[in-house]
T-cell receptor
Framework: EPEVTQTPSHQVTQMGQEVILRCVPI?????FYWYRQILGQKVEFLVS????????KSEIFDDQFSVERPDGSNFTLKIRSTKLEDSAMYFC??????????FGPGTRLLVL | GENVEQHPSTLSVQEGDSAVIKCTYS??????FPWYKQELGKRPQLIID?????GEKKDQRIAVTLNKTAKHFSLHITETQPEDSAVYFC??????????????FGAGTRLAVHP
């Protein structure tokens, strides 16, 4: 069964550094999402992406964040200048025309 | 704003007992309500979902009920087994065809099933 994949599984970075989190959605899916989960807290919506543009973003998704679909398979989340509070598990999700969103395994980001 | 409240935060049951987790939502436009199970260190996995035109849905030991008037929905697990132990998240979404369908999650319920 096809699954959403994410790399890396873990990322440790210094505050102020740029990080790029990568996702490969399920191949025939059209809608892509990033969510984050701070340790012990709820999963929070960051951004949705469709037809090569952002369709909706949350208040968390400020100017330090960007998303890109550089080719037909990858979907990336970039944080330009990481802050301590960006430490979290970041989940990519995708769906086709139906409602169900399928989540990737996550990237655990630790900002020191 | 959009919010989903989930209770209880932790739930401990004996194997074979039933478990019930409840959620309420604030956005009247919400019409799609999935439940995800997340085992430690793993991705959230969809276990069941319900749409607003249905009041109840069942899949083997798992059932979900929805009360749109009261804006709440519940997950029922019967005959619990140790492998049901996980964190369960409810979510709500104002889904429509062609829409973007972000999920608003509850805070999660940590279910422990003791043998």
């Amino acid at each position: 069964e096809p699954e959403v994949t994410q790399t890396p599984s873990h990322q440790v970075t210094q505050m102020g550094q740029e990080v790029i989190l990568r996702c490969v959605p399920i191949s025939n899916h059209l809608y892509f999402y990033w969510y984050r989960q701070i340790l012990g807290q709820k999963v929070e919506f960051l951004v949705s992406f469709y037809n090569n543009e952002i369709s909706e973003k949350s208040e968390i998704f400020d100017d330090q964040f960007s998303v890109e679909r550089p080719d037909g398979s990858n979907f990336t989340l970039k944080i330009r200048s990481t802050k301590l509070e960006d430490s979290a598990m970041y989940f990519c999700a995708s769906r086709e025309n139906q409602e169900t969103q399928y989540f990737g395994p996550g990237t655990r980001l630790l900002v020191l | 704003g959009e919010n989903v409240e989930q209770h209880p935060s932790t739930l401990s049951v004996q194997e074979g007992d039933s478990a019930v987790i409840k959620c309420t939502y604030s956005d009247s436009a919400s019409n799609y309500f999935p439940w995800y199970k997340q085992e430690l260190g793993k991705r959230p996995q969809l276990i069941i979902d319900i749409r607003s035109n249905v009041g109840e849905k069942k899949d083997q030991r798992i059932a979900v009920t929805l009360n749109k008037t009261a804006k709440h929905f519940s997950l029922h697990i019967t005959e619990t087994q140790p492998e049901d132990s996980a964190v369960y998240f409810c979510a709500a979404s104002p889904w429509f065809s062609g829409g973007y369908n972000k999920l608003i999650f509850g805070a999660g319920t940590r279910l422990a099933v003791h043998p």
